[in-house]
């Protein structure tokens, strides 16, 4: 196998799936390579002089400041899922967290003073994210609300009506 063939390889994978993919699949060559050649399977790398293609990042769509608040203007009631829901839909507003991260926050994450909630995430790692003020009192209001719930001693911050709120609840 010669470079002219990996790049050829890497043109028809280019042609056939998006340039991420074969990214991917020329990042697994040159491991492989690595390997055949580092093992002494092979004489010369091929994969020396080949480049990966470019990945092109992904423009990923942002709701509109108009649409977020009419998403917040359908939690007028005070309803506990509704109160519940403009806290949720504040939150991921102000930081951007992901759902598995929301879901995963508990009560002792949220630091109402600080205006500031500490994040499981990526990476298992802790990070800490700041909170507006409109968001600080939208999570007051749910916390209050929250403690009338039968289980409202579960760790879960966001809880449904008897148990802790699952993904397809968010």
Not at 26 to 31: A, I, T
Not at 56 to 83: F, G, N, Q, W, Y
Not at 95 to 103: A, M, N, P, V
């Amino acid at each position: 196998v010669s470079a002219t063939h990996i790049r050829a390889f890497i043109v028809d994978q280019l042609k056939r799936n998006s340039d991420a993919t074969a990214h991917l699949r020329s990042r697994s060559l040159v491991r492989f390579f690595k390997f055949l050649f580092d093992e002494e399977e092979i004489p010369k790398n091929p994969m020396v002089r080949v480049e990966a293609p470019r990945v092109t990042p992904k423009v990923i769509p942002v709701l509109s400041i108009d649409l977020i608040k009419r998403l917040i203007a359908t939690c007028s009631s005070k309803r506990i899922e509704d109160v519940r829901d403009e806290a949720i839909i504040r939150v991921l507003a102000d930081s951007g967290i992901r759902k598995s991260e929301l879901l995963a926050l508990t009560v002792d994450d949220v630091d109402l003073e600080k205006r500031e909630m500490r994040v499981f995430g990526k990476g298992r790692k802790y990070r800490t994210v700041a909170l507006s003020s409109k968001t600080a009192i939208s999570l007051d209001r749910y916390l209050r609300a929250r403690r009338k719930l039968d289980v409202h001693a579960l760790p879960n911050l966001w809880l449904a009506r008897h148990k802790p709120l699952a993904p397809s609840g968010v």
